[in-house]
């Protein structure tokens, strides 16, 4: 009997639940106005998020889901992305998409039934969210042999769920993306669940991280309710990718606080005591109790940043409920470039109906 | 992207289609051991639209069994399980996701007794929701029943009532051989009706006269006779007396009801929210040229979704066939001379 | 699984189908970078077919690609690409194995250009070669284009020729969404004919008339083309003139051409080798029904493969519709009357 | 950094290439007929092989996949499982096949595009062959989904190549069962090529076996070309599925002589200098060698069963070659339980036919 190979999974952690540092301090810890900015960004993304959970209540959006306690993996990804990377986001990502210069009524617009909610005026490169589960991974795969074949410095970034990992498609798409080298990072967003399927159920593996194993790369483990952590080990896999050295497996350790969805009631299979034992590691708490500690954050500060942020909210909101659907014939006009003659006559038939009301 | 929960009612006050979902299963677990469920969230959290709802706390995690996130595999581990046995009722939690299990029903459940000569079967039923008008996310409303009535050896059946749902649920469970159960979602909780919970299936193979009429036959399936039967009310009040056939069993198709009906009326339309194209009831307004044509008085209309992506919830109202729609092509046809 | 190979002849002998899709495919790479192959043995193998012969050795590993075997991926990456502007030709070695890619084809690939209102666009041609007849193992002689022909959003095309298999192809390359493009194995080297290699496209969207005749219509596609011809020479035999169309493109379907010739004969068969419910000559009959009835002089006939599972070869020939079956419809609706 | 998870794979050999026992001597190693037996079975396979090739070439059988270089693989795996295991065999298993009672009658009449050959007369739990690269593995799972619901103490076992470990659905199948703990054997058939796409170009992965990894259960390496090794391993591997233990994920390293089927053409994409330096490595001439040197195998007793391996195998096919096809109606007949009244036409239709000739 010979050993022939061995493999390990790494766990890597900054900032412990309390905020204090606990690793080596990154330089973006030290610079005030840069925390302040990733810190901004987590609370723009709940304080959307809460909003967003509303409308849906009251009727004026569709099913929503929720990113709370998983900011930090959204922001510190997109923190550390270049502006021609290229994000493939799941459906959870809205941190990192605002991050990027998705706007909120573009997402507002998405989540409230509106195809232009996936027409990014920023982030033009940008895959719009992924409702088939995984099945982003092959795009991450064709992303990645794009930017490789043009000789480009860039990055696909894909994200999905702990669920998502059990997907055949993400699988070969992570093989491939082995295989070939191709500058492609993907990030498993542990939060824990899969709707009411806990990761135990998920898989027998120990970690996620050790997916990547079966294709070849280098996986880790990152305390995903950590953005120092979650931003240093996105750069160092974007470096990697970048320099030629394919792509890595990063595993977010986080917590879905909310529903799967607005549909969604997690009463239904997880015990409050275990969601109440999840706020205490949250990743927006965490940041302002370092940014309190070390940077000097006072209750003012907080308090107007909380108000700017819920003023950009609803400023977004008042747009996005200004916005009248498009026409009926955009349900043709975007379906191949030129309509080919064939459903002219249906076209016709659905602005017919138009005038029949 | 799953609806509000409500827990199944007892038979007094009648069933909704979920509900009677739940009284089938339940019958069916009852009544033989062989029966096991899997899927996505089926267990403790019911489904996501709660058609399961209960089951595994009566029948034990064994026999209700939330799979991981893996739909090919939903579709090809009870072609196993099946082969040697057992009966899996396997559940796609949304149409939306069930193409990458297309190559298990395609290849292997299809096809396992004739590979064989009969020496291994596959008694399994796939269940999932499909169809559009609860203003679902993306992916979460479309219809594409034909691409599974054109896979040889199974059958695709589906209901278009509380009762039917129970009944023919029964049937498929019941049934040596592969059944893809798809279930209207937009139904699921529109409307109860008395369900006798007697474990008694009915009849596949076969479709459902649900109303009389002898100026116009109106022929749909699951969600869109809804839509069918209002216009068909609307056009007595008209004096155009429409009969509506359920066709409930795509796969195989039983065109005689079709036939005999049209054979009265002469006058045929057929609603389905599918895109037109290829849509099932292409297949059935081709057997009506092949097989009905001279008994045709008039053209065989079409009211289906149109030849295009399934939009969005803000524009799904305008692409989904609706009333004014199905009326406008009986008029059409029942005044054509 | 793989047939003997032969190396793409020059335009001198004529070509016969593999080598007229090798030129379109060498011919679109010259003329334009973007394009990249894709696929299982593709590469220094110039695929099972010998499609993509010599091609690797041409223009490199980057631009034509052996993946792993994986076909779920291979429909998926070229999404990405696509959208990244690269125009990927990807090759699924038998349409028996695409059923993994149908995923990405509903729920990507046809639909980028709609969910983004035209942000990202997916010019990805999917090729796969399908049908009976060259006494294949199991689950290598299937004709499923009607799945495809359901799907919003994409065209399929399908060659009848080496000519059109040129011309089409380079249309479907250039094309700016998506096309799935089904090659009948049957006629790769069944017959030569000359071919210009001149780069020029055919056009999609179009039915070729290949025959002209005024007694009877014979609509058919891919290899049963070669019984369907063959079946109007016996019948031109009969005083029987034949007007035969091939349609080329099944999505989206040029049902002009096909009405005009019915205008003009009355009468209709149609002929396909995928199971007949469900068919895409379903559709074809249902416009007839729906569109033509008035000028339908006898019931619409549909020749097509059993509602079976396609038998493994010792079978083969008696599931495959041949020109007997051809024939007989074509007798049948020529003289009712 | 902390380092959360290790793994490794090892590699098992017994026998070397020159026949010479290197490991522990397992105890069947001893047993003279047990290894003349396992060596038969080898012998009978590629005179199998040898003769259904030569069916194919004068126009008599189809397409065939020859199992060439791999025969050890296939008995060794044969040999350690009982008789109410489940084999799920991939395509190119014929010595397993024969070995668990499939006759080569059998064999024949599917090759030769019949039906009735996967209509074993032995074996009657067993699957047919699987054309669809690694789409059986989901039923392996199924398979030992059944078997532990029943608490019986046999396993699934689903053979597929290298080429396969790139699939969607194998993935997925692993993954549930090591999420189930199923009694289920995995074995990659590595014979270093998928038609003309080296094992190098599959996946960046150094092992096959180390694809378990993601799914979190023990993948080991076996020289495929050494019986002892390929039964010792697999023996293991049964019992602990047997015992509750779960799946295993066993990589063969294995060679295919031949071409991939009889319809390719090896040369196009391989050199001579590879296969002939295989060639040193296979596994009958290395058992050959054992029972030589060990347990005194003589000239007369290898021509001795290499003939009655001939006459076995002339036999079945005469047998095969007088088998008549079955009726048209078969088509029909073998599709449901009961033909649905809606196909009776159809299959009225296709028997009129047989009338018109
Ligand atoms: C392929 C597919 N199957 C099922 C679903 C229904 N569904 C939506 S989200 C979800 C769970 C996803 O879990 P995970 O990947 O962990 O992501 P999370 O929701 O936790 O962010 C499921 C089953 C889907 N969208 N896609
Ligand atoms: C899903 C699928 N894709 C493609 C094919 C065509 N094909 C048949 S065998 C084969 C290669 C298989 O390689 P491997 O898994 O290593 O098995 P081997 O043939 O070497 O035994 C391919 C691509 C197939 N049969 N199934
Ligand atoms: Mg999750
Ligand atoms: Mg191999």
Redesign the interface.
């Known amino acids: 009997?010979?050993?022939?190979?061995?493999?390990?999974?790494?766990?890597?952690?900054l900032l412990d639940a309390a905020g204090v540092l606990v690793?080596d301090s990154p330089d973006v810890a030290r610079d005030r106005n840069r925390v302040i900015d990733m810190y901004r960004w987590m609370v723009l993304t709940r304080a959307f998020d809460a909003r967003a959970i509303a409308l849906q209540r009251t009727g004026r959006l569709?099913?929503y889901?929720s990113s709370l306690g998983q900011e930090a993996v959204a922001v510190g990804l997109a923190d550390a992305m270049e502006r021609d990377d290229?994000l493939?986001p799941s459906f959870r990502e809205h941190g990192a998409q605002l991050r990027r210069g998705v706007t909120m009524n573009e997402l507002l617009l998405?989540?409230?039934?509106?195809?232009?909610g996936?027409?990014?005026s920023g982030a033009?490169?940008d895959?719009?969210?992924c409702?088939?589960?995984?099945?982003?991974?092959?795009?991450?795969?064709?992303?990645?042999?794009?930017?490789q074949?043009r000789g480009e410095p860039w990055v696909?970034v894909c994200v999905f769920g702990d669920?998502?990992t059990?997907?055949?498609?993400?699988?070969?798409?992570m093989?491939?993306s082995?295989?070939w080298?191709l500058p492609v990072v993907f990030v498993a967003s542990n939060n824990e669940w899969?709707?009411?399927?806990p990761r135990s159920?998920?898989?027998?593996?120990?970690?996620l991280?050790?997916?990547?194993?079966?294709?070849?790369?280098e996986g880790v483990?990152v305390d995903g309710n950590d953005v120092f952590a979650v931003r240093e080990v996105a750069n160092r896999a974007l470096e990697k990718a970048r320099s030629g050295g394919?792509p890595t497996l990063i595993e977010a350790l986080t917590y879905r606080l909310g529903d799967?969805?607005t549909?969604?009631?997690a009463s239904?299979?997880r015990d409050d005591e275990e969601v109440g034992r999840h706020w205490k590691q949250e990743p927006v708490a965490r940041l302002r109790a370092f940014l309190t500690t070390t940077h000097e954050w006072t209750r003012e500060d907080e308090e107007t940043m909380i108000e700017s942020c819920h003023a950009e909210v609803e400023a977004a909101v008042e747009e996005y409920l200004a916005t009248e659907?498009?026409p009926?014939e955009?349900?043709?006009d975007?379906?191949?470039?030129k309509l080919?003659?064939?459903?002219a006559g249906?076209r016709g038939m659905?602005l017919g109906?138009e005038g029949?009301r | 992207m799953n609806p509000a929960s409500a827990d199944p009612g007892s038979t007094d006050t009648g069933m909704n289609m979920v509900e009677a979902i739940n009284h089938a299963l339940t019958s069916a677990m009852v009544a033989d051991d062989s029966i096991v469920l899997l899927g996505e969230d089926i267990g403790i959290n019911g489904g996501v639209f709660r058609a399961t709802d209960g089951l595994q706390a009566r029948f034990g995690k064994d026999r209700v069994r939330d799979t991981p996130l893996s739909e090919a595999l939903i579709a090809g581990l009870p072609v196993g399980l099946a082969a040697m046995g057992f009966r899996p009722v396997a559940e796609i939690q949304f149409m939306g996701f069930i193409y990458p299990a297309i190559d298990q029903i395609v290849n292997h459940a299809s096809r396992l007794r004739t590979r064989t000569r009969g020496r291994l079967t596959c008694p399994m039923v796939l269940r999932a929701p499909f169809g559009g008008g609860i203003h679902a996310p993306e992916h979460h409303s479309e219809s594409m029943e034909a691409m599974f009535a054109h896979i040889p050896g199974i059958r695709v059946v589906i209901p278009s009532s509380p009762a039917r749902a129970y009944g023919l649920l029964l049937a498929a469970i019941a049934n040596p051989d592969p059944v893809i159960f798809l279930e209207p979602k937009r139904l699921y909780r529109a409307r109860r009706e008395p369900v006798t919970d007697d474990g008694r299936p009915l009849p596949m193979d076969h479709c459902f006269k649900l109303r009389e009429g002898s100026d116009i036959t109106l022929v749909s399936w699951g969600a869109m006779l809804k839509e069918t039967i209002e216009a068909a009310d609307m056009l007595a009040g008209e004096g155009v007396e429409a009969e509506v056939i359920d066709v409930a069993t795509l796969k195989p198709l039983d065109m005689s009801t079709i036939l005999d009906s049209v054979g009265k009326t002469g006058r045929c339309v057929i609603i389905h929210e599918a895109p037109l194209t290829g849509g099932f009831g292409a297949e059935i307004a081709a057997r009506l040229a092949c097989e009905g044509l001279m008994q045709l008085l008039a053209p065989v209309e079409r009211v289906a979704g149109w030849d295009t992506v399934m939009p969005l919830p803000r524009l799904e109202t305008r692409y989904l066939p609706n009333v004014e729609r199905v009326l406008a092509a009986a008029r059409r046809t029942a005044s054509y001379s």
Chains 1, 4 share one sequence.
């Open positions: 009997m010979t050993r022939v190979a061995e493999f390990s999974v790494d766990r890597i952690q690793g569709g099913t889901a290229v493939l998405y989540w409230g039934g509106d195809e232009r996936s027409d990014f033009r490169h895959f719009p969210c409702i088939p589960v995984g099945s982003h991974a092959p795009h991450a795969a064709g992303v990645g042999l794009a930017i074949l696909a669920g998502a059990s997907k055949g498609d993400v699988y070969e798409a093989n491939i082995g295989a080298t899969s709707i009411s399927v159920a998920q898989t027998a593996c120990e970690t991280a050790q997916k990547a194993v079966a294709s070849g790369f483990q394919g799967h969805t549909v969604d009631d239904r299979y659907s498009q009926v955009s349900i043709f975007y379906l191949h470039e080919p003659s064939a459903y249906q659905a109906e029949d």
